[in-house]
């Protein structure tokens, strides 16, 4: 067998069948690798996510969550998707070998096992993901929030920092059905308003084949552009309902603004039919949430 690895990796090792769970961890352990057992994808989840392995080794047909199905979810969450993954089967037809990769695994090895290959397999995957990880830190560290998706519009990989913006993202959003137009590098995609934020998703480029590069950043935003950007108002409505929230009437928005109640009262009907509100309460209420005024 190969040599104990310089650094002490984490595997972790999804398996239904005790007796190969048995094996796998016996010989990894010889091998020099600190090994995690989990015999049910439900089990593996959990236990990644009390610790992130530095690979995975998933059976591919197991109850419950298959390794289909595990691969996916850990390419969907920000701090697994770039741990590599090899799907251990008995299977070699070459559609079982394809959904595995395009579920998003890295690798596969077939049963029975000749170690030799799975050790060197696993060695070669570990130095591959520890230099992406180092990479995704040093992008982290230079504050670029960088993911990419693929031409599913599934995440690939997302710098640490840029996975935490992308929880922020409503579930319901598709990035791809702003993808699918084309857009010109530097394009900002979509604008999600926070508090006192505005999270923009930002177009960067289409350097690798059937991979789409963007990025997440957070813009510093007066209140009454979060509410611009949440309720598609235009600047001057965003104005009024800010007052709104604050308790001012129509008069005394006019004075502030400098305009006439008049005018007041078509922006107030315009960014009532905009947001959806069904009067001067209900939009002060919406624009208290939105801005935090109402924890």
Excluded at 23 to 43: H, I, R, T
Excluded at 82 to 92: D, E, K, Q, R, S
Excluded at 243 to 264: F, H, M, N, Q, Y
Aim: net charge negative.
């Amino acid at each position: 067998m190969n040599s104990t690895p310089a650094v002490r990796s984490t595997l972790l090792v999804i398996d239904d069948d005790p007796a190969a769970l048995g094996m796998m961890d016996d010989a990894l352990n010889a091998a020099g690798y600190s090994v995690l057992l989990a015999q049910s994808g439900e089990a593996a989840l959990e236990v990644m996510g009390r610790k992130v392995p530095d690979l995975v080794l998933v059976d591919a047909i197991m109850p419950g969550l298959s390794g289909w199905d595990i691969c996916q979810r850990m390419k969907a969450d920000g701090p697994l998707n770039a741990v590599p993954v090899i799907f251990m089967t008995g299977l070699t037809e070459i559609e079982h070998i394809l959904r595995a990769f395009e579920a998003g695994a890295t690798d596969y090895v077939t049963k029975p096992f000749h170690f030799d290959e799975v050790l060197a397999r696993i060695e070669v995957h570990l130095v591959v993901g520890r230099r992406m990880r180092m990479a995704y830190a040093a992008l982290d560290t230079a504050g670029k929030c960088f993911f990419g998706l693929n031409e599913g519009g599934e995440l690939l990989w997302a710098t640490p920092h840029a996975a935490q913006l992308l929880a922020h993202l409503p579930a319901d959003i598709d990035l791809l059905a702003f993808l699918i137009p084309k857009p010109e590098p530097g394009s900002v995609l979509i604008s999600v308003p926070l508090k006192h934020e505005i999270l923009r998703v930002t177009f960067v480029g289409r350097d690798t084949p059937g991979e789409w590069l963007l990025s997440a950043s957070l813009q510093p935003a007066r209140r009454e552009q979060v509410l611009q950007e949440k309720f598609g108002l235009s600047a001057r409505e965003a104005e009024v309902l800010l007052w709104i929230s604050r308790g001012k009437s129509s008069r005394d928005i006019a004075e502030i603004l400098g305009v006439s109640p008049r005018t007041i009262d078509k922006h107030t009907e315009q960014l009532y039919n905009k947001g959806g509100f069904s009067g001067r309460a209900a939009a002060a209420a919406a624009a208290s949430r939105v801005l935090g005024d109402d924890d």
